[in-house]
């Protein structure tokens, strides 16, 4: 299970990086968010959100020399009391899907099972892929 | 603070400084933020005599309260600064995402002085503020500019202007992500201070006093927005969804310099024309959960473009007589990367074309043939004004300097309410929007009241059964819609929400800074703010007779369904004695020490 981007209908209103940072954080900060779209140009949004193995293989997991990335039932999380920022992951995730903030890795987490950028997600760009 | 930065930022671009103070909670509190902060640190800072293009100037910009909280659609940032066309109060709200990266950095109002001895970009990037060199970007256009900062600074975002800002185009715009803040030359004074641009990262927390309440409340609203009739219509058409409407059945579609309220040659400039063909997706500003932008792709263009809006669709298509869309994306484009208001440019472009076929100026004056309906044309003259080369030089100026410098009698086909070139609504036929158009503190301006939506249909929020050719009981509607939108304006939500949210947003206010506020407690607010804007005004010289309407709003409406409609000159001074009365101003327009007294602002005029 993952959460799917479609680029090609993101309109850009960031609405996901803000929930999700409020879901998880209570906070408002794109950068603790689990997704981040970025712009490339005028029609081109792009989510970058972790497929959980499904696109990839792993490559966060076998780079983290701290234990810090793990994997419990298909979701890959970030162990937090384990996470030192070192970037290992950030640079190996072909995804761009993982990123530091504060000596901190994020990433998408898929909320439990309910991941919010896609329950909020006005244009469908976000779709869950089983 | 909850969902405040907490602090204000003050940069001198001259002395290259940089200052760092608390935002007091007591001012939080009395303006909320955007549009109010605007109000109050314009009043409190700039000197309203300095020439619009004067170092003393400010640039000011402010997220809305609600930019960062999650409230569907409360996305908007609102700049600032003394008006180039006009030199009184401008302000320009916008969806771009700066205002987050702000309040992120820590900051709820930026404020810009000085003029930097060579053109510069202002970098800031949480405390760490930055005047770097741009003269490797001089000439470049708004989105290059704003590529080539990120390619060398990283993940920031970035507010730029084209070369109309530096030009000092008097209706130049400032981009942020393809938003823009368009009216009133808000680019040309960033020019006039040498800044090419502001980029801004943050890296804080925005603090929700209540975020599960908050949750709640953004699944609330969620739902409300995404299962609305406008969900479909802006999400498919967008702003230009109503524009047969405006034709057909109001009659109110400003055409041909606004000789016309009907645009014969709309049919590919609809919406319903062009959206199947050419918009590929829709685009959002930020925070927004019902985008009504749009990208639209021809394979004219080597990418793709952002547009067209409603106000565009007339500016660059009717009221330049230009059928073929093609030609209007191809203008706004050149507006939007030049960094050119495209209302503005088009009340501009749409006055030369005007003045050729009556023939005040010839094709020896402009350098070539400028007929209503030629999109070459238009696109050669925006091109002009952009580089002030030949005519454009004149035309830069704005219809009301342009016509003064061209004479013979240019001044009558000169559209403008002080100095403001008018955005697409035919006010002959709407006539709370005409002095809707009078009484706004920037010159014609549909946003400052939103009251076409309420004319056109009759209703809105409290009022009903209103008359849209009728002159009576103006002042009182509009005073009201004024300060119903200056709250929209300082907590930055969308004002295509208003018919959602009304002034509902004490749950909401709970929730993000943990203080409700109701109705009327936000519409003194508004009050507030909207007398301040004028006390500003007043200060910078602004005089009742300036108010007045340009000479076509007196020449009844020739066809359609508003024929013979027009305001005449007796309705037009009723009509604002009627909202001088109704604010609690003199007959001068003057407000009263009451009136100030009331609202606790009397410290701006002692």
Redesign the interface.
Known sequence: MYVKAIP????????CE??CS??H????????SGIRVH?K???EDIPSVCSHGNLCNFECIEACKFDAMKKKNGTVYVDYKNCTGCRACEKACPLNAVWI??KKAYKCDLCGGDPQCVK?C??NALVMEV | MFCYGGNILKVDLTTGEGIKKPLDEKVALRYLGGDGFGAYFMNKIVNPKVDAFSPDNALIIAPGLFVGSGVPTGGKTAFFSKSALNGGWNESVMGGQIGLALKQAGYDVLIIEGKSDKLSYLLIDDNNVLIKSAEHLQGNTTRETAEKIKKDEGDFIVASIGIAGENLVRFASIDCEERQAGRGGMGAVMGSKNLKAIAVRGNNDIKIAKPDKMYRLIEKYYEIMINHPSFNDDGKYGTGEFLEWMNNERGTFPTRNWREGVFDGRKEIDPYYWAPRYAIKNKGCLQCTKPCGKAFVMKEFKGAIDGIEYETLFSLGSNCGIEKVEYVAKANEICDLYGIDTISAGGVVGFAMDLYENGVIGKDDLGLEIKFGDGEALLEILKKIAYRDGIGDILANGVRIASQKIGKGAEKYAVHVRGMEPPAYDVRGIKGMALAFMSSPRGACHLRSGAYALELTGKFWKYEGVDRLSSENKGKEIADMENFMAVYDALGVCKFSRGIFLLNFDEMLEASIGKKMGEDELLFIGERICNLKHIFNIKAGWKKEDCKLPDKIHIPIPEGVSKGSYVSREEEEKMLLDYFNARGWDKNGIPTRKKLEELGIKEFIE
């Open positions: 090609e209908k993101c309109c850009g209103c960031l609405f803000t929930v409020l879901w954080w209570n906070v408002i900060n794109k950068y603790k712009k140009s005028v029609i903030h504060e909020f006005s244009q």
